[in-house]
């Protein structure tokens, strides 16, 4: 059986509809990789998180390293993970994240009870710090077999592609997506003789805005370029609509500082008003120096106590932590 160097299906020439469909078995794309890559169409594929966490499973019987692959926005997710084997931690797309951060305290305030050996933060477009990457994954690594994992879109196929580029004995190319379950199973990728990067299926980050989204929306929520801060001084109660996403009734007293892309438009209204009412509405108690963290989209740092409404679709999770700024 032979798999698509794209998505790691295997290629089949039986059912148009089915994963790893190919009029041609000697192609090394699926044709939904081929389309992906040249066309940028993609066809979804209905995959189960317990598809994905079996394959995590396996890899736990191996006690390799696993490159976790999350970013900026998305750190809260990896408190929801259950791997067992030594974690080299990687914060991708630097590119994303604002320039005034110190690295080292934005590190250092990622708290997980995952096996973290190490953190690096780096920018796969401009080769930022893929070369202290490589060496760490290199002086973590158990055997030259080394996984890496992560929820969808966070990067990891993008990176292993530069690696391969940068690194690597072959021109193997993963295919890549903006949009959930483009790598299907398990695709090794021979970097040389002594290692094996494994890039495994994105996980399904339940409750997260991105599964819950599709066309332009998702473009808006997926930022594509520096994140600038916007920050909102709330002297009096009020309320803020973020492009008709979610809405936030916030009290006075606060200041809020909002991690997200900045091509979501945010507006704010003094008088009461219904837009967006028929959304689930959750409610905060927020203390100073918390973030009001909306899965998939980012977070708003709180400075000063205040209560919060968040009204947003009812499948997103929006939760409240100690700040990482």
Do not use: W
């Not at 067992?84 to 934005?106: F, G, S, T």
């Not at 158990?142 to 879109?153: E, I, L, M």
């Not at 399904?204 to 001084?233: A, M």
């Amino acid at each position: 059986m032979t798999k698509c160097i794209g998505c790691g299906a295997i290629l089949q020439d039986i059912d148009v509809n089915k994963e790893g469909y190919t009029r041609n078995l000697d192609n090394e794309l699926c044709e939904r990789c081929f389309k992906i890559r040249h066309y940028n169409e993609y066809k979804f594929v209905d995959k189960s998180n317990d598809y994905y966490l079996d394959i995590i499973k396996k890899i736990e019987k191996t006690n390799d390293l696993v490159v976790l692959v999350t970013d900026f926005l998305n750190t809260s997710s990896l408190n929801d993970l259950d791997i067992k084997n030594p974690i080299l931690l990687v914060l991708a797309k630097r590119d994303l994240i604002p320039r005034h951060l110190d690295e080292n305290k934005l590190l250092n305030s990622i708290k997980t009870d995952l096996n973290v050996v190490d953190k690096v933060i780096v920018g796969s477009k401009n080769n930022y710090n893929l070369d202290l990457l490589f060496s760490k994954i290199n002086k973590y690594k158990t055997s030259k077999n080394v996984y890496v994992a992560g929820y969808t879109n966070a990067g990891k196929s993008t990176l292993i592609n530069k690696l391969v580029k940068n690194y690597g004995d072959n021109d193997t190319t993963i295919t890549t997506s903006i949009l959930p379950s483009t790598t299907l199973d398990l695709i090794d990728v021979k970097i040389n003789d002594d290692l094996v990067i494994i890039d495994t299926p994105g996980l399904l980050d339940e409750g997260s805005i991105i599964l819950n989204s599709e066309g332009d929306l998702l473009n808006k929520i997926l930022p594509k370029r520096e994140i600038k801060p916007s920050v909102i001084q709330v002297k009096v109660d009020q309320t803020i609509l973020v492009s008709d996403v979610f809405r936030m009734d916030v009290t006075k007293g606060t200041n809020l500082i909002f991690y997200i892309s900045n091509d979501l438009k945010l507006e704010r209204l003094y008088k009461g008003t219904s837009r967006l009412s028929e959304l689930f509405m959750t409610e905060f108690d927020v203390k100073a120096g918390s973030d009001i963290v909306i899965k998939g989209l980012g977070f708003i740092k709180s400075t000063g106590d205040c209560k919060v409404k968040v009204y947003i679709d009812k499948n997103v999770n929006v939760s409240v932590r100690s700040s990482i700024i």
